[in-house]
Nanobody
Framework: QLQLVESGGGLAQPGGSLRLACTAS????????FGWFRQAPGKDREGVSC????????SYANSVKGRFALSRDIAKNTVFLQMNSLKPEDVGIYYC?????????????????????WGQGTPVTVSS
């Protein structure tokens, strides 16, 4: 049974960087499609990025495009989210989630309900 644990959150200054990790256990990340989501205080959870099963397709929300990069390390069974040029509006709890749906070249984070396994989240604060 797949389990996910996020880490790497913390405090960063505006313009700074953080690297989030989503470490999987119980199953290989190569058998799943992954999404990163975030939830700011008082707001709905929103999708940030996703990768297809096998890693052939990536997608990013417009708000993070060009600043965030999702990658996978099969040997470490971990999915990463590199966050650069952080802005105050990037604040929130960041979650990774997995689904088996997106097996082709395109993934989506529009439907949170399609992701069936979730981590506990890691907090990100951006402040000077």
């Amino acid at each position: 049974q797949l389990q996910l644990v996020e880490s790497g959150g913390g405090l960063a200054q505006p313009g700074g960087s953080l690297r989030l990790a989503c470490t999987a256990s119980g199953s290989s990340i190569n058998d799943w499609s992954f999404g990163w989501f975030r939830q700011a205080p008082g707001k709905d959870r929103e999708g940030v990025s996703c990768v297809t099963l096998g890693g052939s397709g990536l997608s990013y929300a417009n708000s993070v495009k060009g600043r965030f990069a999702l990658s996978r390390d099969i040997a470490k069974n971990t999915v990463f989210l590199q966050m650069n040029s952080l802005k105050p509006e990037d604040v929130g709890i960041y979650y990774c989630a997995a689904t088996r749906i997106y097996a082709g070249a395109i993934c989506s984070f529009a439907e949170r309900g399609s992701y069936v396994v979730w981590g506990q989240g890691t907090p990100v604060t951006v402040s000077s």
